[in-house]
Nanobody, 121 residues
Framework: QVQLVESGGGLVQAGESLRLSCAAS????????MGWYRQVPGKQRDMVARVSTGGSTNYADSVKGRFSISMDNAKNTVYLQMSSLKPEDTAVYFC???????????????WGQGTQVTVSS
């Protein structure tokens, strides 16, 4: 199986920082990209940031300049450094990995369990 284990969520005050981590493990034959998505009540799950194994990054407009995503290819681990946090950043954050599993053809998405980030005003 493939598992994505997240850590780093919590409660912080506006203006503070937080770093999320997510490690993918299991029967992984090849990793293509990892990313972070977030979801709030009444809304769909949206991309926050993604990074490919080649180093290309993408950010949602709402977090550009405040969040930074990075990946350790050797460890299949992705990080999200969140700075200048705002109350509107409050959401459940989900780790995503786009990978190929050993013994299976093709690529697919895998998801973490989600971690709560709450930013108080």
């Amino acid at each position: 199986q493939v598992q994505l284990v997240e850590s780093g969520g919590g409660l912080v005050q506006a203006g503070e920082s937080l770093r999320l981590s997510c490690a993918a493990s299991g029967s992984i034959s090849s990793m293509n990209a990892m990313g972070w998505y977030r979801q709030v009540p009444g809304k769909q799950r949206d991309m926050v940031a993604r990074v490919s194994t080649g180093g290309s990054t993408n950010y949602a407009d709402s977090v550009k300049g405040r969040f930074s995503i990075s990946m350790d290819n050797a460890k299949n681990t992705v990080y999200l450094q969140m700075s200048s946090l705002k109350p509107e950043d409050t959401a459940v954050y989900f780790c995503n990995a786009y990978l190929r599993r050993m013994g299976f053809a093709g690529w697919r998405d895998y998801w973490g369990q989600g971690t709560q980030v709450t930013v108080s005003s």
